[in-house]
């Protein structure tokens, strides 16, 4: 039986709904936008999307967006610098900071996305972020390109083996359902009272029993058997009592 469990992958999906904290590609017209700052605008990265995903996105292209009060910023940790305006129009800068009000974003949009600039919009100036073209992300207008796109980090499924067995095939056997183990003794025999089941390896997942019922929870790939000993035996003697025949 293989069960799966979930790790962060290195695939960056399309990704619609509202937005949620997490890693993400921000991309127009299959340009990414990187942490390369030129002539005061962030610079983009050509990238090839399939399947609407990118696929192992170099770390200069991630960035964590992530919710700061009413507002959200956009950091990225191969620079340990946030995407920023800089209160002036069309132009952008990366910042140490992320409580200053040029590294606060609004986000608005379900399929492709708005940022607006609390800094740049509070001193009534270009505050959209956008791309223009070839010269890069940056506060413009909202006229100048358009809307973006995200692509935020999906996760990948490892498989995670479980395999069942008997310490002994004469006292009982085992079968398995989902991640669920049943135990089914022959006559004469039980499950171990002191003992029913062992993990290998040690600390590979957790079991829960209920009577010869086993519920399994892995870490990584792991052998569970169950442990199956003889009914103990009783000599049981009956004395007669005094009486009459």
């Given amino acids: 039986l293989t069960i799966t469990t979930n790790v962060w992958g290195a695939d960056f999906e399309k990704y619609s709904g509202a937005i949620t904290e997490g890693d993400y590609l921000i991309v127009y017209n299959n340009g990414a936008m990187n942490n390369t700052v030129s002539s005061s ?11 609407n995903k990118i696929s192992n996105p170099d770390a200069s292209l991630i ?16 620079v340990s610098k946030y995407a920023a305006g800089t209160g002036a129009k069309n132009k952008a800068q990366l910042l ?40 890069g992300f940056a506060c413009y207008a909202t006229g100048t390109g358009g809307a973006l796109t995200l692509y935020k980090k999906v996760t990948a499924a490892p498989s995670f083996t479980i395999t069942a067995t008997s310490n002994n095939n ?23 009272t002191t003992t029913p089941y062992t993990i290998s390896p040690s600390g590979s997942a957790t079991v829960t029993q209920n009577g010869n019922t086993f519920t399994v929870t892995p ?9 199956f000993e003889a009914l103990p035996k009783y000599t049981v003697t009956l004395n007669a009592g005094p009486g009459t025949c």
Avoid at 65 to 70: D, E, T, V, Y
Avoid at 117 to 128: D, L, P, R, T, Y
């Fill in 219 to 227: 870490s990584a790939n792991t052998t569970i058997t169950i442990n």
């Fill in 170 to 192: 004469s006292y009982g056997t085992v079968s398995v359902s989902g991640t669920t183990i049943t135990a089914t003794p022959k006559d004469g025999y039980r499950v171990s």
């Fill in 41 to 51: 605008r962030l610079q983009y990265t050509e990238v090839t999307v399939s399947n």
């Fill in 96 to 135: 140490a900071s992320g409580t200053d009000d040029k590294s606060l974003w609004t986000v608005s949009g379900t399929s492709t996305y708005e940022f607006v600039n609390k800094a740049n919009k509070a001193a009534g100036v270009n505050s959209n972020l956008r791309r223009n073209d070839t010269y």
């Fill in 63 to 78: 960035w964590h967006i992530a919710p700061n009060g009413s507002y959200w910023t956009i950091y990225n940790a191969n």
